[in-house]
């Protein structure tokens, strides 16, 4: 059979000069050296003892993908379509790809997936080789592609209806290089009543990766367009066999933007709301619904409002009747800022508001899961919990603490999530085929649902989604349903398994919500506090998304790390060393405040010496936001010296905000004093020296008129120096 082959020309031209350098080498070798293999192994390792590690090697990798998701009618040809890719660093030898199958066993669905999860090459009993290639050597980082095609009188496959294990396996002649790929296929004998699963797909209508409180503009608009991840999923599974969970963050942002949003988002809400699909609401940014309880025993944490992403107006306007402020145990209404929280929190209940076919329902992973976790899920209103069938330990349909189990088989969903996902074709065609010999594994044994879960940590692409959605459906042995049908089915009563989080994840949820009640208290300050912590809970919600998959504990503790950013927002300016002259003064500390909202804090000077007495230990300041403020803390120096000061500012309750300052003071009691002495002598001085000044130009005028009519001179005239003297 013809091979069609994928090779980079630079990476093998380079591979073939190495090689021909290594046959000359060999060839001086040989010259000098005794001809025989033993003896020409020993030289080379004489001469570089650690060649045998370090010498190139091939390493081959295989991906398989039957024809048609597997489906083998008796008497019909199939074909499996093999990729042999040499990720090595040496050139393969000539390769033998074949073609075997257990065709005479039908497997299990758990069979089934052990089959799947084990990724050795070895060959195991039972299997015959039903179709074999030879393949012409590979270069480093080149790939094959061929056929391996069976005809329709050597099937290797009877008896009765099912899935049969399969194995393609690529190797050298002597075995150095060798690797496989494990696939299925299904068998469908003339005349076979072929069974039937209900199935159907779930998949979140979510933006995983996003750690917004709300949605930005940009991107509900990037999200929305014609090309965007939130069209291309519901363009996939709009009126197909998918209970779909919507995120209420991306209804709440669309509608937030009010006449501003997008005509593509627009036109995404009145698509969503005409799909036949069945729905269901999933928490604020699609969170675990378990995560908290597992990880701290508290609940997940509900959403408050909507913060500064809606203005206060805007929230009275929107604002319904039962919303208005109510009195207090006191009887007294409730402050303005109180009135605008309930306000805010109305809204944001109004914007996320979505008419789901489902209530009740909720999507949950194994991670963190167990029967204190249901019931606490159960009186929060949960009636039906769609959960990993690995936690169920009687079937796929359930019923514990009062709620009804949906099982989503763990090998089902890592065979769809691959093929919606997959970046090639032959990925995507290797994906369904497993994915439909499991469903065939699943029609022959006692499940009468299959709930196939789609990825909620990526969103696929349009054309893989379909695919795999349509060509499952499709399947003979796979009949469409609602996810609601299910519970038709009585089920069984029992325990479930239960599975804790990770000590990484534990760790990193404990740490957010603790991060989360340091801002409550820091927000105490703001004026409106409720602007700092609705968003700061919308942000802690998605942060605790299941979107985030492997990524869950690395962005929890970006949380922490934001959360200190937060409360490191109001801060004393540091300053220089303060010069203080008087025994009674005011101390200027400059406070800064880089929120948007204004802050209401105390400065608070705590003096190291008994040098300095603060008159006043907590001066009440408002800074504005994004400004700078100075408040006038006043003090009196009791002795001369250097003192230092701590400077902070708290809050109302006497909590510290921000970290404290140490300033260094130079105390010069009684200075002033002493200067208001010498300025004013000074001045007197000169007031003195003034006017004896004008009495002498007085008599010396009076003098200079008598001589002009004569008068006699004065007695004595030394008594009036003349001016030549005097100057």
């Given amino acids: 059979m013809a091979a069609e082959r994928e090779r980079t020309g630079l990476r093998a031209l380079r591979w073939s000069a190495v090689a021909a350098i290594g046959v000359s080498g060999a060839m001086l070798i040989g010259l000098a050296a005794p001809t025989t293999g033993e003896s020409r192994a020993n030289a080379v390792a004489s001469l570089n003892p650690q060649s045998t590690e370090s010498d190139p090697v091939a390493e081959l990798a295989v991906l398989s993908a039957p024809s048609g998701s597997g489906l083998v009618r008796e008497g019909d040809d199939y074909r499996v379509r093999v990729t042999v890719t040499n990720t090595g660093t040496a050139a393969s030898d000539e390769l033998t790809v074949a073609l075997r199958v257990d065709g005479a066993t039908a497997v299990s669905s758990n069979a089934l997936a052990a089959w799947f999860a084990d990724d050795s090459a070895e060959l195991p009993s039972g299997f015959t080789t039903v179709a074999s290639e030879t393949l012409s050597p590979l270069a480093p980082g080149s790939s094959a592609v061929l056929d391996l095609a069976v005809d329709g009188e050597r099937q290797g496959l009877s008896g009765a209806f099912g899935a049969r294990a399969a194995l393609v396996t690529a190797h050298e002649p002597d075995g150095a290089s060798a690797a496989a790929d494990r696939t299925a296929l299904v068998w469908v004998p003339l005349d076979a009543d072929v069974p039937a699963v209900d199935t159907t797909f779930v998949a979140a209508l979510s933006t995983p990766g996003n750690r917004s409180a709300l949605l930005s503009a940009d991107d509900v608009a990037a999200l929305t367009s014609e090309a965007g991840s939130l069209t291309r999923t519901l363009d996939a599974v709009a009126g197909r066999p998918v209970v779909v969970g919507i995120d209420p963050r991306v209804i709440a942002s669309i509608r937030a933007l009010g006449e501003t949003a997008p005509e593509g988002a627009v036109a995404f809400l009145d698509r969503l709301e005409r799909v036949p699909n069945e729905t269901f609401m999933l928490p604020w940014a699609d969170a675990d619904p378990v995560a908290t309880l597992a990880a701290a025993g508290v609940p997940l944490p509900s959403p408050e409002g909507a913060g500064s992403a809606v203005t206060v107006d805007e ?246 790390v934001d959360s200190a950013v937060l409360r490191s927002s109001v801060q004393v300016v540091e300053s220089s060393a303060i010069l203080l002259l008087a025994d009674r003064t005011s101390l200027p500390i400059t406070v800064q405040n880089d929120l948007d909202v204004p802050v209401r804090v105390y400065v608070h000077v705590d003096p190291d010496t008994g040098r300095l007495r603060v008159l006043d230990s907590d001066v009440e300041t408002l800074v504005e936001p994004q400004s700078q403020t100075r408040a006038v803390v006043p003090v009196e120096s009791i002795t001369n010296g250097d003192v230092r000061i701590t400077v902070s500012v708290r809050d109302a309750d006497g909590r510290e905000i921000g970290t404290p300052r140490r300033v260094e003071l130079t105390l010069q009691a009684g200075w002033e004093t002493l200067g208001v002495l010498i300025v004013g002598g000074a001045t007197l001085l000169l007031l003195v020296v003034g006017i004896a000044r004008d009495l002498r130009k007085r008599e010396r005028r009076r003098q200079a008129e008598r001589r002009e009519r004569g008068a006699p001179a004065d007695e004595h005239p030394e008594a009036a120096p003349s001016d030549d003297a005097h100057e």
């Fill in 315 to 560: 929230a009275s306007e929107e604002t319904p009747a039962s919303a208005t402020p109510t009195p207090d145990v006191d009887g007294d209404e409730q402050t303005d800022e109180a009135a605008e929280a309930a306000a805010s929190a109305a809204l944001l209940a109004e914007l996320s508001s979505w008419p789901v076919t489902l209530t009740g329902w909720a999507w949950l992973t194994a991670d963190g899961f167990d029967s204190d976790a249901l019931a606490a899920l159960n009186d929060d209103g949960t009636s039906t919990a769609i959960v990993p069938m690995s936690v169920l330990e009687d079937g796929p349909i359930m019923r514990s603490e009062g709620t009804a189990l949906l099982g989503a088989d763990e090998a089902l969903a890592d065979a769809a999530q691959r093929a919606s996902l997959a970046d090639s074709q032959q990925v995507h065609d290797s994906a369904l085929a497993r994915l439909g010999a499991l469903l065939a594994a699943s029609a022959t044994g006692d499940s009468p649902f299959a709930l196939v879960a789609l990825s909620r940590e990526e969103l696929a692409s349009t054309d893989r989604l379909v695919s795999t959605i349509a060509q499952t459906v499709m399947l003979p042995w796979a009949d469409s349903a609602l996810a609601s049908s299910a519970l038709a089915n009585p089920g069984t009563s029992g325990a479930v398994t239960a599975n804790s989080l990770s000590d990484g994840r534990a760790a990193a949820v404990s740490d957010a919500l603790a991060a989360e009640r340091a801002d409550r208290r820091f927000a105490d300050i703001a004026e409106p506090s409720w602007h700092i912590t609705d968003e700061r809970r919308l942000e802690l919600l998605a942060a605790l998304s299941l979107g985030w998959g492997a990524q869950s504990a690395a962005e929890l503790e970006r949380y922490v």
